[in-house]
């Protein structure tokens, strides 16, 4: 199991953290503009997520010093929920329910058997 003390361990958390704010106002930050043409939307989409791909990619190649792509993956999917409940609440201004929050929990759940030896 990989120490937090390791810088190794800690950058990628932190870097996935800063590209799924990128990945999720590209994928769904245009819904807020909906009235606005959809190939602009994908223009403006792809420019976005290009810094998110410069913020991924060296997260995975440092974090598989210390984890397998299956625990980096895992990392990865549980910060996306994290996002987007906060992205989805003060960006789209939409309602978290207790039954999104009891499946997010589910998921962080079996997210972690993946770190069980």
Excluded at 7 to 25: D, G, K, Q, R
Excluded at 32 to 53: D, P, Q, T
Aim: charged residues 10%.
């Amino acid at each position: 199991m990989p120490t937090l003390l390791n810088p190794a361990a800690i950058w990628p958390i932190v870097l996935l953290s800063l590209s799924n704010v990128f990945m999720t106002f590209a994928w769904y930050g245009h819904l807020k503009f909906r009235h606005s043409a959809i190939f602009a939307a994908i223009l403006v989409s792809w420019g976005i997520a290009f810094f998110e791909y410069c913020l991924a990619v060296p997260a995975n190649r440092i974090g598989a010093q210390v984890y397998s792509a299956a625990q980096l993956k895992t990392i990865q999917e549980v910060i996306t929920l994290l996002v987007f409940s906060g992205f989805s609440v003060f960006w789209l201004k939409e309602s978290l329910t207790w039954g999104h929050a009891a499946g997010f929990a589910l998921i962080a759940l079996g997210a972690s058997l993946i770190f069980r030896a």
